[in-house]
């Protein structure tokens, strides 16, 4: 059940990566290397940068993503009270009313590279929980973020992307295999990233990885709306199958509270 926790567990995990997980290359095939913050250094406070989770990566993979960053970086930051300066607000969130007239924020379709970026993260702890990488194409996922996405018809009218169904059961799944101590995991950034994840398997479906991820209290990012409180998870079905020496989901019947259904994290589970 790998388990990484501590600034030497990180090192070490990072020790045994040959392979840019970006690009799915070897990292000794001449290009230039260099190393990947993940998630970035910046969404993190200056307190907060020691057990980074970082990466060997092309520094051609790596490049171009500082505007990316910047992005998230501020919507992360929302969380710290820390807004940018107008000029250089570049989170583009929109101030939408529901119907009783109160205004609250979404993130637009045309910013869905959020759901991109974590998934790159997603992907950063594949490589550092297995040693191997998790291709960026070709792999069925699916991610939930922890604030609410929409997009626009041509009237204007905001249609919100609708909670998969399938959600809660990959919040119930988290619960249950915490509570029995089955999760492969990852804790970096003194404790204020976190990544859980669970493989499962039904008849003769491919192997299925659910996940869990939060950075800081990010599911406080749509708190505002009269919905659950959103967690982010997510699921992938890896082409190569269940990587050697990850963790098989519980069998076990274990009873897991009910209490914000969506967020894996809820200190009420």
């Known amino acids: 059940m790998p388990t990484f926790a501590t600034e030497h567990d990180l090192q070490r995990a990072r020790g045994r990566i040959d392979r840019c997980y970006l690009c799915g290359n070897p990292l000794n095939d001449g290009r230039p290397n260099n190393r990947d913050h993940a998630p970035p250094r910046a969404l993190f406070l200056e307190a907060d940068r020691t057990s980074p989770l970082i990466l060997p990566t092309h520094e051609a993979c790596n490049g171009a993503r500082s505007e990316r960053d910047e992005i998230v970086g ?3 930051h929302i969380l710290h009270r820390r807004h940018p300066d107008p000029e250089r607000d570049r989170r583009g969130l929109e101030a939408i009313p529901d119907q009783q007239g109160h205004i609250h924020a979404v993130l637009p379709a045309r910013h869905l590279f959020f759901s991109g970026e974590i998934d790159r993260w997603v992907r950063a702890c594949h490589a550092t929980l297995y040693g191997v990488v998790l291709p960026r194409r070709g792999v069925q996922r699916n991610i939930h973020p922890p604030m609410p996405t929409s997009t626009f018809a041509d ?8 909670v998969l169904p399938q959600v809660a059961k990959f919040v119930e799944v988290i619960r249950r ?8 995991a990852i804790t970096a950034w003194n404790d204020r990233f976190r990544y859980e994840c669970i493989w499962v398997q039904a008849d003769t479906s491919p192997w299925l990885c659910m996940w869990a991820m939060r950075v800081y209290d990010w599911e406080r990012l749509g708190e505002t709306w009269p919905t659950e409180r959103r967690g982010c998870t997510g699921f992938y079905w890896s ?13 076990l019947n274990l009873s897991v509270s009910s209490a914000e259904p969506l967020d894996p994290f809820a200190t009420s589970a």
């Open 239 to 251: 082409p190569d199958g269940k990587p050697r020496g990850a963790t098989v989901g519980t069998v």
């Open 177 to 184: 295999n915490r509570m029995a101590n089955t999760l492969d």
């Open 155 to 162: 009237d204007g009218t905001v249609l919100f992307d609708p």
């Open 74 to 76: 501020q919507l992360v």
